[in-house]
């Protein structure tokens, strides 16, 4: 939406200039596009100061118009530079200039931030996603739902409470993004807010064009006085011996562009974002919930008939609390609280990073979009379901196995390939993970 903005105003401003201004436009067209090149590199993330490249754009454009409407004169190089030097305080073009870029400036800082967030959100969920289960989880997400079909009880569903112990040990780690989750979320709803309100992101994108119209009709309708001011204070330059041209004179005066507010479009996707980010606030810790009604259909907390892990029976033990922390008593994963998983805990830093950017974009501050990529890569490790698993819970006290560390694994592009039966579980779950946030985010 913002950069459909911004073509629509370049569109209206070379549909327009031509007929309007003739020669000053048809000289200085590439002033023009660079101006709106720079603002769509700087929307897009690229490490541009917004100020100076709309400062360059009223400095170039000066020169060029300062010379098309003095033929008369041979103006030099070292003659503009003078006049460039005094064109703050005679102000060629008005307030435009000034307005425009405190406007602008703020308008496009919040629109490319608030993209952003977007972004790395995405980024955080397909990173995490791709995190290897360990072979504990493994083994517990394979007792849960396939052990009954090996006890001839193929139709019972797992306990809930069964369930989201399982679910909860295995995505322990991702439940700890929790925090910054939700800050990242309520900062994109804070700036969402200032899109559609004070920074007035929808009038000052989309009329670029009617802006820079209006600076150059106040430069044509007070040429005879910046002149005088220039000859004042740069002194009066050489009479040139080219013949002057009527072209300017002929399209002088007052000119008005309209512009097409398009308020309540923005209005409303501003809305609808607002509420799919207040829905996802939460979202790491629901997952398991999420997971074990959706896609595992665990049976009611009441139910005294669904399979707990050994028989179908009641499922007694408490459910746990989320995050890595609470996972020490966990009955069903063997997790090691004591070592986290580098590629989520560098995912939490992101969302710190963005949430901080956010702020700033949210007084009007500028940014600076620098990724901080990781490149680790690695494969984890799956097990089938032994007798053992199936026939009896898991002993902690008894267990000699190191927690393991997983990597992130290499992509293929085209799904897990490669991957055997045994696996099935931990890609299932780590497949829906990702689906399910990105059906958010991408709303």
Known sequence: YFQDLLNKSEKALYDAFPSMYGELYT???????????????????????????LNEFWTRLLERLFKLMNPQYHITDEYLDCMVKHAEQHKPFGEVPRDLKVKATRAFIAARSYAQGFLVGSDVVKKVSQVSLSHECTRAIMKLMYC??????????????????VVKGCLANQADLNTEW???????????????????????????HMRIAEAISNLQENKDSVTAK???????????????????????????????????????????????????????????SSLCSKKVMASSVADDKCWNGMTKGSYLPEVMGDGLANQIN??????DITKPDMTIRQQIMQLKIMTNRLGNANIGNDVDFQDASDDMSGSGSGDSCPDDVCGKRLSKST?????????????????????????????????????????????
């Open 399 to 443: 267990s000699t196995r190191q927690p393991e560390t997983h990597a992130i694994p290499k992509q293929s592009g085209h799904g897990i390939n490669g991957a055997s039966s045994r696996s099935l579980p931990s890609a299932f779950l780590l497949l829906l993970v990702a689906f399910i946030a990105t059906q958010h985010l991408w709303r």
């Open 330 to 335: 966990n009955p069903e994963v063997e997790v």
């Open 148 to 165: 009954p079909h090996c006890r001839g009880m193929s139709s019972v569903k797992p306990c809930n409470n069964y369930c989201l112990n």
């Open 182 to 208: 939700k800050y990242l979320m309520d900062s994109l709803v804070v700036v969402a807010d200032r899109i559609d309100g004070p920074y007035n992101v929808d009038t000052v994108i989309g009329t670029i």
């Open 27 to 53: 000289q200085n067209m590439k002033v023009f596009k660079d101006l709106y090149s720079e603002l769509r590199r700087y929307y897009r993330g690229s490490n541009i100061n917004l100020e100076e490249a």
């Open 230 to 288: 220039v000859f004042q204070g740069c002194g009066n330059p050489k009479i040139s011996t080219k013949g002057s041209s009527t072209e300017e004179k002929k399209r002088r005066g007052k000119v008005t562009l309209e512009g097409k507010s398009s308020a309540q479009a923005l209005e409303m996707l501003v809305l609808d974002a607002k509420g799919n980010l207040t829905a996802l606030k939460t979202y790491w810790i629901t997952l398991p």
